[in-house]
């Protein structure tokens, strides 16, 4: 079965895809950003400590 994620209501041209990160304690957070797919779009939505953050930067994390 493949796959369908949301398009991207901003740019209507690329899928709004799932990030997933780990917690301070190491636990799996599942789903905690989705982003565009499409490069020129940048669309992006994040939660963080609870709250909801919409087109922030997109920059390569070195960690």
Do not use: H
């Not at 989705?34 to 939505?45: A, D, H, K, R, T």
């Not at 087109?55 to 960690?63: H, N, P, Q, V």
Request: aromatic letters at 10%.
């Amino acid at each position: 079965m493949e796959n369908q994620f949301p398009k991207c209501l901003k740019c209507g041209e690329g899928d709004l895809l799932p990030l997933s990160d780990y917690g301070r304690e190491g636990a799996s957070i599942r789903y905690k950003a989705w982003v565009c797919s499409s490069p020129e779009c940048g669309f992006n939505l994040r939660i963080d400590n609870g709250e909801i953050s919409v087109g922030r930067d997109i920059t390569e994390s070195y960690k």
